[in-house]
């Protein structure tokens, strides 16, 4: 592939992972020329669980990104499970989730970025930005708008002075896949003292395994004796990946925008692993940053990122308090079995359609039960 670049571009995207591509397609669905590039090759893989949530695959259907069936699962909901117990929800209203293996993803929406007119770069590292443009090894590129969709370590960020921001727990993550055929259509969610799992099926015969935790020399294997019930799972399986690692936790910027820059994706802030909301909210974040563009209103884009986040934030802070207490898991189960109103609902939550009302029942009901357990 030969890439020749424009010398100006109206939007130019550093960063050609998921957030990036989602804003590339979102501003060209906006009339917008778009210019992405990226250091890495396609079709690029990283560590995450692969599960979408419906708000997430509501977006992905908003931007016409079609991943092919047979590279997708249909998600019904979420189990946890302690070494004893499990309970589990369906997603509300008979929606469902997708499970999609990285690179698949990111072919499709490659591909339906470059059928809107995006000009994708590959192994095009950028090394610098003004409010002119964006510095690579070939020279500059001329751009209206720079977005920083770089990932949570982004160098546009730093550029552009935008680094102040709330310090997070970080947790670090490893991912591999294991040949095996899928027992389950629920994201789910392993508890220990030690640290989570997460199995997600991304095909007929392929099972996602992540694992969560504050050791960063917890690996995949060592992690998996302390969660006997995924280990048994995938124990005879073949790992047909290579072990990736990733940081985690949830961490907000003060200002994601100055002048003609704005963050998107891990760039702009994360949400930890636990929710897997990171791809719905950057899909979401491309969409509302494209209408922004359009009216030149970047500030309304940040009170909207702001509120797209504050969600998936609340969640996964909920989430953490059972992390490395086994005693709250158990009896957040059993609550869970004794009230089997009280997961869906929370579910409805973590998904957005449970009205705030609803939640100070719920809330009070599993306080009262996590007493009394
Ligand atoms: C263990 C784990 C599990 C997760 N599970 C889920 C899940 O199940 N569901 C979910 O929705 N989310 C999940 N997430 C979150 C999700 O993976 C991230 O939110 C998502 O990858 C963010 O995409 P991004 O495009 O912002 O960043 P990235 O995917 O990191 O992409 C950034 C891109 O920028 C490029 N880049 C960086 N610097 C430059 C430069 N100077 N020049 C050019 N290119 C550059 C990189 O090469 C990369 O391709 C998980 C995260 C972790 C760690």
Redesign the pocket.
Known sequence: MSFSLPGAAEVFV???????LAAAIAARQHGFSVVV????EPP?D???????LPD?VAALERLGIQVPASETRALRGIRFLTAEQSADASFPDGNYGLSIRRTSLHRAMAKRAEQLGVQLTWR???SGISHEGVYLAKGMVRARWIIG????NS?VRRWAGLNRGSRPRFRY?F?RHFRIAPWTDYMEVYWSGKCQGYA?AVSSDQVCI?L?SEDSRLRLEEGLRALPRLRERVDQAEIVSTERG?I?GNCQFDRIWRKNVALI???SG?VD?IV?????L?FNQAVTLAQCLETGDLERYQREHRKLALRPTWMARLMLTLDRRPGLQRRTLQVFRRHPEIFPRLLELHVGTLPPLDLVTDGLALGWGLLTT
Do not use: Q
């Not at 990283?46 to 979408?52: F, P, R, V």
């Open positions: 550093v960063g050609g992972g998921p957030a990036g590039a990226d250091g890495m690029i990283k560590a995450c669980g692969e599960g979408l997430g095009t590292p950028i969709a770089d990932g949570s160098r993550a991912r997600t992540a969560a990733a985690t994706g891990d760039a994360t692993a897997g909301e990171g791809l719905g950057a």
